[in-house]
């Protein structure tokens, strides 16, 4: 037997025969040869896959049901800046896992000049007894702006008036009292300013040294507050920029001017809910040391055009500061909501709101002035109009 040499043109045939035999028998689809060429010749090779939004409810709250109960027919009063929501029936029967807020309609009519922060000392020389003396002053609720249009209850006006009227003597700018056992009025009470940087300044008359107090001093002044107490609380000289250092007493001889400021009683709004975060394994975080609450949003009071509301006359115009010229209606739809997680299989059966500032204290409520005296009464039967929150319930 003999055995014949392979060439490599041999070798190369061969190999091509052998693969052709293999790919007998084969479709288009073992090759991948349909998915290459067009997906519309067989739908058999095209994956379909369907994506739909979550399904969601709207749970709806409006301040003014607060005064109702699970019991059909009754009323009970309720704070407006603390209450909980309760009917007969449940609120919600909700199959939702998570909670967001996506609307709130918020009346903000709480006048930045309040009954948390209305009240300043200041000390100096009594016409009375020519001795230091410490003056309570009390300045009347309302809205206090920069401007100086006649007619208008602006800062400046007030403050030097309320200086410069007897004590005791209830006005329309409000009462200065002598405390500690003091007697007489402020002999050459200091002016009362606006710069141009929008800052306040107060400067001696006539070289008559005085002092500034935020807290009501003791004989001797031995219960000075904190630096800490002074800017994380409302009060009336850290509501016009006053520095620490220049409202803890001691005599200024000449004046002495503070930071720029908006005049805004608080910058935002915290709306907190306990009840909506029950199932939520999350808590909020804040700068704030004294921070401790379930948000469910923090509502700035600007708005987010941050437009400047021009008023006035041409000749002296002036500028609609939300929350300082007057009240305005707070509308916000929330791109970035807040999703808090609930149980599906749990019914929402009341719910439970608190409105505070930033100092974290509850929003002020209505006081009724009378003109006849001084007397700020806490209203029971009225309050500030109502606002509602739209909240959105979603399966996801």
């Given at each position: 037997m003999r055995t014949l040499p392979i060439t490599s043109g041999d070798l190369i045939c061969r190999l091509d025969i052998e693969m052709s035999d293999s790919l007998l028998g084969r479709s288009p689809f073992d090759m991948n040869a349909m998915k290459q060429q067009s997906y519309a010749t067989d739908a058999q090779a095209v994956q379909t896959q369907v994506a739909r939004n979550p399904s969601t409810q709207y749970l709806v709250l409006n301040s003014r049901d607060r005064n109702q109960t699970s019991v059909t027919g009754q009323y009970v009063r309720q704070a407006w800046n603390q209450f909980r929501l309760q009917r007969p029936q449940n609120i919600m029967q909700t199959y939702a896992t998570r909670m967001l807020v996506s609307e709130i309609n918020f009346p903000f009519y709480v006048p930045n000049v309040n009954n948390l922060n209305n009240t300043f000392w200041i000390g100096g020389v009594s016409t009375t007894t020519l001795t230091f003396t410490v003056w309570e002053c009390v300045l009347s609720i309302g809205y206090?702006?920069?401007?100086?249009?006649?007619?208008?209850?602006?800062?400046?006006?007030?403050?030097?008036?309320?200086?410069?009227?007897?004590?005791?003597?209830?006005?329309?700018?409000?009462?200065?009292?002598?405390?500690?056992?003091?007697?007489?009025?402020?002999?050459?009470?200091?002016?009362?300013?606006?710069?141009?940087?929008?800052?306040?300044?107060?400067?001696?008359?006539?070289?008559?040294?005085?002092?500034?107090?935020?807290?009501?001093?003791?004989?001797?002044?031995?219960?000075?507050?904190?630096?800490?107490?002074?800017?994380?609380?409302?009060?009336?000289?850290?509501?016009?920029?006053?520095?620490?250092?220049?409202?803890?007493?001691?005599?200024?001889?000449?004046?002495?001017?503070?930071?720029?400021?908006?005049?805004?009683?608080?910058?935002?709004?915290?709306?907190?809910?306990?009840?909506?975060?029950?199932?939520?394994?999350?808590?909020?975080g804040s700068s704030d040391n004294f921070f401790n609450r379930n948000l469910l949003c923090r509502l700035y009071?600007?708005?987010?055009?941050?437009?400047?509301?021009?008023?006035?006359?041409?000749?002296?115009?002036?500028?609609?500061?939300?929350?300082?010229?007057?009240?305005?209606?707070?509308?916000?739809?929330?791109?970035n909501p807040k999703a808090v997680m609930w149980d599906k299989e749990a019914s929402v059966d009341w719910f439970d709101i608190a409105v505070y500032d930033q100092f974290g204290n509850l929003l002020p409520d209505a006081f009724v002035q009378f003109p006849a005296g001084f007397t700020n009464i806490p209203i029971g039967n009225l309050s500030y109009p109502d606002f509602q929150i739209t909240l959105l319930a979603s399966e996801n």
């Amino acid at each position: 037997m003999r055995t014949l040499p392979i060439t490599s043109g041999d070798l190369i045939c061969r190999l091509d025969i052998e693969m052709s035999d293999s790919l007998l028998g084969r479709s288009p689809f073992d090759m991948n040869a349909m998915k290459q060429q067009s997906y519309a010749t067989d739908a058999q090779a095209v994956q379909t896959q369907v994506a739909r939004n979550p399904s969601t409810q709207y749970l709806v709250l409006n301040s003014r049901d607060r005064n109702q109960t699970s019991v059909t027919g009754q009323y009970v009063r309720q704070a407006w800046n603390q209450f909980r929501l309760q009917r007969p029936q449940n609120i919600m029967q909700t199959y939702a896992t998570r909670m967001l807020v996506s609307e709130i309609n918020f009346p903000f009519y709480v006048p930045n000049v309040n009954n948390l922060n209305n009240t300043f000392w200041i000390g100096g020389v009594s016409t009375t007894t020519l001795t230091f003396t410490v003056w309570e002053c009390v300045l009347s609720i309302g809205y206090y702006g920069f401007g100086t249009l006649a007619g208008t209850n602006q800062l400046v006006t007030a403050v030097n008036a309320l200086l410069a009227q007897a004590p005791g003597v209830v006005t329309q700018y409000g009462v200065i009292l002598p405390i500690n056992g003091g007697s007489g009025s402020i002999s050459n009470p200091p002016s009362f300013s606006l710069l141009n940087d929008y800052s306040f300044q107060w400067v001696a008359t006539a070289g008559q040294a005085f002092s500034l107090y935020f807290y009501a001093p003791t004989v001797g002044n031995t219960n000075t507050p904190s630096e800490a107490t002074y800017y994380n609380t409302a009060n009336f000289l850290s509501l016009i920029g006053m520095d620490y250092s220049t409202v803890i007493g001691g005599g200024i001889p000449v004046g002495v001017y503070g930071n720029p400021t908006t005049l805004q009683y608080t910058q935002y709004i915290d709306i907190v809910s306990d009840k909506l975060h029950q199932y939520s394994t999350n808590r909020d975080g804040s700068s704030d040391n004294f921070f401790n609450r379930n948000l469910l949003c923090r509502l700035y009071i600007s708005d987010e055009a941050s437009n400047i509301v021009q008023g006035g006359t041409q000749a002296n115009p002036i500028q609609f500061v939300p929350g300082v010229t007057g009240s305005l209606i707070i509308h916000r739809q929330f791109k970035n909501p807040k999703a808090v997680m609930w149980d599906k299989e749990a019914s929402v059966d009341w719910f439970d709101i608190a409105v505070y500032d930033q100092f974290g204290n509850l929003l002020p409520d209505a006081f009724v002035q009378f003109p006849a005296g001084f007397t700020n009464i806490p209203i029971g039967n009225l309050s500030y109009p109502d606002f509602q929150i739209t909240l959105l319930a979603s399966e996801n």
